[in-house]
Each structure stands twice: as structure tokens, then as C-alpha cells.
């Protein structure tokens, strides 16, 4: 029986997927230590009921690493990583339509002599593209377990649990790879006495010798000599091999890979048949249009529009729920309680600033469903292919794209994501421009404003000028994202664009545990962040709103003589020019912690500013909307929300996001030059876009 699983796989074969099914609920997400590279880890329970713990790496072609993700992934399976312990037993995940290729995986996992279990997942779309797979020769050819399994359906997963009981397979993999493998006789000899050398060297807990051996035949020497968990002699070893194999006229990479092809080949061809399918498949067809030039963009714009107009319409009921829950709250604690200042701690500090946010959890959750919805049924890569045209154009790698896709979500897993660029100025002007792509975490803020000041009235007849708007803010950061990294390629990290080469995954059905999993994950860390930094801040916030106390006067006028009060004068005369006042100025300041801190500071002083002691059944944008001046005239405008979307779009208002670049960059000379260039384009826009809309008369 297993005692640690490691799950392993190509990308997009469907191995996140299985691994949820696996797991269930039962599974948590972090970051290894010292690398930014998300670690899930979850508990498989087996036939006896007995739990194990089980990892899913990140998606690897194979174990000759060419990214930070691979080489973590491949430091796992191998044993060289100092933070997780060596699986016993590795489920490597293989989708079944493309068989050839994540053969090569599995290969160099079963000769690093560790037990395996192959998932031959997604073989129902094998089958429709005309593969017929004998599963039994396969798993005979191979020497361990072949379980088909249809992750999205749950197809195949109590198969799999038994499989993964029994633990796989131990064989002695020096005579399977030499009755399997034609590797020519000189690289044979120098392969298998490097392998006795690393054997002898390392003992018996080094049993992975013969990959290994293979990997430094097949490197660089330069590379070689800078490895220094090696001891002088088996580097001289290496080097020596180097010469030889290099004198007889080999090409040490290309021989192993195309050898090891041969024989998967061979492998191949004893255990699929293909029968005629006639006309183009259904995958092809919809290719036709989803990758068209001029059809795909289109699609995939509408599918953006319709993703914000869902998001308002079908969250508008959930939403009101929400602060129709938190007004009766506020209203129980102000009778249960007596008049004072804890009262007002507990209902205008924490209810107050917390339910400003919590109150756009439905929409967050929306944006994850349609993102794991387009992500599950393979159309984000056909995304990535209509836009590398576009991303070469402005000098970047179509790969990119993934990284800023991403960022949708959050700027954070973006920027990790460019761990697959391979040339480093693609990388790091990806990373640059990474947070100008608006992430969820702008969504309150987005909807706030726009919930407080744009009328909700039909465009066309089927697009609402709130989602038009919603979409227009996210077009800005794309927009601005590309403008900017044009200009980098253009000056500072000069690079002409490589060649995209993407492998588009099958259509499938998503699969909705899988996709509920994720929003439930999204949601958790979303209400996690409001009853922890949200909170904390509004309370600090309530403090510096209500102290020091002055006699007398309306609360607004309390408001205006509080830390508050006079922190936000100070910073007024900066932010003027913006058509911000001392309030939006303080909401600026504290959303560096988190952008959606804003929304909460501008609940926790109007929750303040309230008379009532509940807090008033008044929703956050009502009162926006209905501030006054002494004139009579309304504070804020339509103008003022366009403008404070606008410098969220732009600005870095992060501190986590400024943390990652710092330890994907190794310094701090990046990270600075970020801030310092985005807080100047948000300011100089906002300043265009303010000027724009007082000479247009939208302001007055």
C-alpha cells in the first residue's frame, strides 16, 4: 500500500480533474516552501479506508525540466526536493486522444524505478476520433497498471482507487529498458556504467541512477561542470563520456529522446488501431471557427460580453440577499445592544466595512464559473492561438497570453505563470504588464461605482450599460497591458518574438465538481481575506474615523476633524486634480493592502457618517450617490466612478502582487520600476479622463 502519491502528467490531460476527483473536498492549496509555485495536496482514500496523502505536481512533457514548474515537478519524482519527501507510488495521468507523446512521461517515470499507475483518461474522446486502444497489451507493453478513466464523468475512479491500493508494479527496470530500448551499443555501455558509478556513489537510496545517468550524458557539459551536488569524480566521469560519445559522432540528446520514441512507437503500434471516421471531426469543425482570424476575435469578445452581463443579471438577486442579511444583522446588534462605543465598533467598523464587500461575492463567484467553464472545455487555448497574433505585434511570446489570461483572476498566479516563457525578456515584460490586467479583486470596486452612478438602461436592446461599461474597464487594462509591453519590447527589453507553437486539447464536457471545487476555493479565500485583513482594516479604519472625539456638530463634521479626517486633507490637494476629495483619498491609501479594501473604507466612513444606529438599511451606492456638498450640488458624478475605475485599472494597488514580482525577479530593481510606472500612467489617464469629462459637461 502507498504511503505518498505523487499525480503527474502532461498539461491539459486532464490530471487537475482527476485529482479532484480523487479527493474531493479533502485538499488544500499553498505555495512550496521557497518557490512561488502552488502546492496541492490532498488525502485519497483507499478500499480498507485508510487515508495517504496525495500530490498534484505541476504539468510536465517530461523529466529533462525546461521551466521552474518541470523542474520542481521533476525534483519531486526523482527525490531531490529537500521540502517533500519521495512518492512511492506516481498516477501518471495520460490523455488517451494523444497517446504518443504522454508516453514519453511515463517512460522516463518508470525508469526512475518507482511504481506506477497510468490513468488513460479522456478515452471517450479517443474513441470518437476513430482510436481504438487494447488496454491489456498496453499495460503489458508498458509493465504496469492501465486504467481508462473518464475523469469529467467520474468514469473509471473505483478502478483507479484499486489500482492505486495495490501499488502499482515493482519490476526491475535495467531489464525491461534493455529488452525494450535499441539505444546504439557505445551509448548503452557508457549509460549503464555511469549508472553503477551514481549507484555506488549514492547507495541505495539513490535508486533513479539509470535516468539519471541518461539526463547527464544527454546535457550540456558546460552545465554539467556547474552541478555541484556532484563529487569531482563522477564529474570527470561525465566529462570523459562527453568526449567519447561526442568523438563517435552521436548527438547525445537527440539519441536518447529518439530511442526512447522508437520504442513508444513500437509500443504504439501493438496496441491502437484506427478506423476511418470519413468527414472532418466535430472538433475540426468547430476549429474552423473558434481559431478563425476575424470569427474567433469576435467570439471570443461576445463570450467576454456575455460573461458581464450574466455577471450583473444573475447576480443582482444573491447580492441583494447578501445585504439585505447584513442590514438586519446591523439593525439586531444596534437593539440588542446599548448606545456606545462598542456598538459602534461592532456594527459601522466590522459589519459595516465587511458586508461593502462581501456584498460582491456573487459576482466574483460568477467570473470564476465562466472562467472554469471556458477553461474546462479547452477553449482557453484556442484562445491563446487567436491572440498570438496579436501579442506578436506588440513583441510578446503567444505564450503570454496564458500568464495574462490568468491575471483575470489574480496578478499573483499571472505572474507565476510565466515561468513558460522561455526567453527571460518575454518573461519579464509579461510580468511587468501582468497587473494592469484587471483581476477580481477590482470587481468590487468596479461594481460599487458603477452600481452607484451608471443607470442601469438597455443598449441595442440585449447589452445593459453597466455590463458595457463593466467589459470597457477590462478592455482598458488589456488595451494599456499591450500598449505598454510594445513599448518595453520597443526600448528597454529589445527582443524580437520567438515562434508559438501551442498543442490545442480536445472539447470536452466540464466537468462541474471539478469547476464547483473552484469556486468554492475562490470563495473560501475571498470571504477568508473579509474576516481577516478586510475586517482588521475597517476596525483600525473605525478608530481613526472616530477619534479624537469633538463636542457637538453633525457626524459628518466629527468625520472631518478625526485622523481620518485630517490624514485624507493632507493628501487632498494631490488627488484634487484627479476629482477625488479626502475620502476617496483615504479609500486609495488603504487598498494598497488589498484593492478591495477600498470598497470596505468607503462602507466603515459612510457606516460612520451614518446617524442611525444600526447603520441604515441605505446601500453603500445610495449613499455615494446622494452626498452633497454645502451647495446642494452631489459630491460625486458619474464622472468621479469612471475616473476612480480608471485609476484602479492602472495603478499597483497591491502589496501581494509587488511581493511576487520581488521573488520572480530576485530584487527589488523590477518591482520599483513597476510601481513607479504604474502609479504615473494611473495618474496621467485619470487626469486626461477627468479633464475630458469636464470639457464634454459630463461632470457638472
Known amino acids: 500500500m502507498p504511503t505518498m502519491i505523487a499525480v503527474a502528467g502532461n498539461p491539459n490531460c486532464g490530471k487537475t480533474t482527476l485529482f479532484n476527483s480523487l479527493t474531493g473536498l479533502r485538499q488544500k492549496v499553498g505555495n512550496y516552501p521557497g518557490v512561488t509555485v502552488e502546492r496541492k495536496e490532498g488525502r485519497l482514500r483507499l478500499e480498507d479506508g485508510s487515508d495517504v496523502p496525495i500530490l498534484d505536481l505541476p504539468g510536465t512533457y517530461s523529466l529533462n525540466p525546461g521551466s521552474p514548474d ?239 452581463q450574466a455577471m450583473f443579471s444573475w447576480a443582482a438577486l444573491p447580492m441583494e440577499w447578501i445585504g439585505n442579511s447584513f442590514a438586519g444583522l446591523g439593525q439586531a446588534v444596534g437593539q440588542a445592544m446599548p448606545p456606545g462605543e462598542l456598538r459602534d465598533l461592532i456594527i459601522k467598523g466590522g459589519i459595516g466595512g465587511v458586508a461593502a464587500v462581501v456584498t460582491f461575492l456573487p459576482q466574483i463567484m460568477f467570473l470564476f464559473l465562466f472562467l472554469g467553464l471556458l477553461e474546462d472545455t479547452g477553449y482557453m487555448a484556442r484562445a491563446a492561438l487567436i491572440m498570438d497574433k496579436l501579442m506578436s505585434r506588440v513583441g510578446l511570446h503567444g505564450k503570454s497570453f496564458i500568464p495574462l489570461l490568468s491575471s483575470f483572476a489574480c496578478a499573483v498566479p499571472g505572474i507565476m505563470a510565466t515561468r513558460t516563457i522561455d526567453n527571460p525578456r518575454d518573461r519579464l515584460a509579461t510580468m511587468l504588464v501582468a497587473p494592469l490586467i484587471s483581476c477580481s479583486a477590482r470587481l468590487p470596486v468596479y461594481a460599487l461605482m458603477i452600481a452607484a452612478f451608471i443607470p442601469p438602461v438597455m443598449i441595442g436592446g440585449f447589452a445593459s450599460l453597466p455590463a458595457i461599461t463593466m467589459l470597457s474597464m477590462y478592455l482598458l487594462g488589456l488595451i494599456m497591458a499591450l500598449g505598454t509591453a510594445w513599448a518595453l519590447k520597443k526600448t528597454l527589453l529589445k527582443s524580437g518574438p520567438p515562434a508559438f507553437i501551442i498543442e490545442l486539447p480536445p472539447y470536452k464536457i466540464p466537468s462541474l465538481r471539478s469547476i464547483l471545487l473552484l469556486m468554492w476555493e475562490r470563495a473560501w479565500a475571498f470571504l477568508k481575506r473579509a474576516g481577516t485583513v478586510i475586517l482588521g482594516a475597517s476596525i483600525v479604519l473605525w478608530f481613526l474615523a472616530t477619534y479624537p472625539k469633538t463636542e457637538g456638530g453633525t457626524a459628518a463634521d466629527r468625520l472631518n476633524h478625526s485622523y481620518v479626517g485630517q490624514a485624507g486633507r493632507l493628501l487632498e490637494p494631490v488627488i484634487r486634480p484627479l476629482g477625488f476629495d479626502w475620502k476617496i483619498g483615504v479609500g486609495l491609501v488603504a487598498s494598497l493592502i488589498q484593492r478591495e479594501v477600498f470598497v470596505s473604507t468607503m462602507g466603515t466612513i459612510y457606516g460612520i457618517q451614518d446617524e442611525s444606529a444600526g447603520g441604515g438599511n441605505t446601500s453603500l451606492a445610495a449613499k455615494l450617490r446622494g452626498e452633497r456638498t454645502a451647495d446642494g450640488r452631489p459630491t460625486y458624478t458619474a464622472l468621479t466612478g469612471i475616473c476612480i475605475m480608471v485609476y484602479y485599472v492602472l495603478a499597483m494597488q ?40 469636464l470639457a464634454l459637461g459630463i461632470g457638472g
Open 70 to 308: 518541470e523542474q520542481l515537478a521533476t525534483d519531486i519524482i526523482l527525490g531531490n526536493a529537500a521540502h517533500t519527501p519521495r512518492p512511492n507510488l506516481v498516477l501518471c495521468v495520460v490523455d488517451a486522444s494523444h497517446l504518443e507523446r504522454n508516453l514519453y512521461l511515463v517512460s522516463q517515470i518508470i525508469d526512475a524505478d518507482i511504481p506506477v499507475v497510468v490513468a488513460l483518461n479522456m478515452v471517450d474522446l479517443a474513441e470518437r476520433s476513430g482510436m481504438s486502444i487494447d488496454i491489456p497489451s498496453l499495460s503489458r507493453s508498458l509493465g504496469v497498471p492501465v486504467i481508462p478513466t473518464v475523469a469529467s464523468k467520474g468514469i473509471g475512479i473505483s478502478e483507479l482507487r484499486h489500482a492505486l491500493y495495490a501499488g502499482g508494479i515493482s519490476r526491475d527496470r535495467r531489464q525491461v529498458w534493455r529488452r525494450l530500448w535499441e539505444l546504439p551499443e557505445p551509448v548503452e555501455r557508457e549509460t549503464e556504467e555511469l549508472a553503477r558509478i551514481l549507484h555506488h556513489a549514492n547507495g541505495p537510496s539513490h535508486p533513479a541512477a539509470l535516468l539519471e545517468a541518461m539526463n547527464l550524458l544527454a546535457a550540456d557539459t558546460a552545465k554539467v561542470d556547474m552541478m555541484e551536488r556532484y563529487v569531482p569524480d563522477v564529474l570527470a566521469h561525465v566529462r570523459g563520456a562527453h568526449e567519447k560519445l561526442d568523438f563517435l559522432g552521436f548527438s547525445r540528446h537527440s539519441v536518447f529522446v529518439e530511442s526512447r520514441y522508437a520504442w513508444i512507437r513500437s509500443i504504439c503500434a501493438g496496441s491502437v488501431r484506427w478506423m476511418p471516421t470519413g468527414a472532418p471531426s466535430w472538433s475540426d469543425r468547430i476549429d474552423s471557427v473558434v481559431t478563425h482570424r476575424f470569427w474567433g476575435v469576435i467570439l471570443f469578445v461576445a463570450l467576454m460580453g456575455f460573461l458581464f
Open 654 to 693: 497591491c502589496f501581494s502582487t509587488v511581493a511576487v514580482m520581488r521573488r520572480e525577479t530576485n530584487g527589488w530593481k523590477w518591482p520599483l520600476f513597476q510601481i513607479g510606472y504604474m502609479t504615473a500612467l494611473a495618474y496621467t489617464v485619470t487626469f486626461m479622463v477627468y479633464r475630458a469629462g
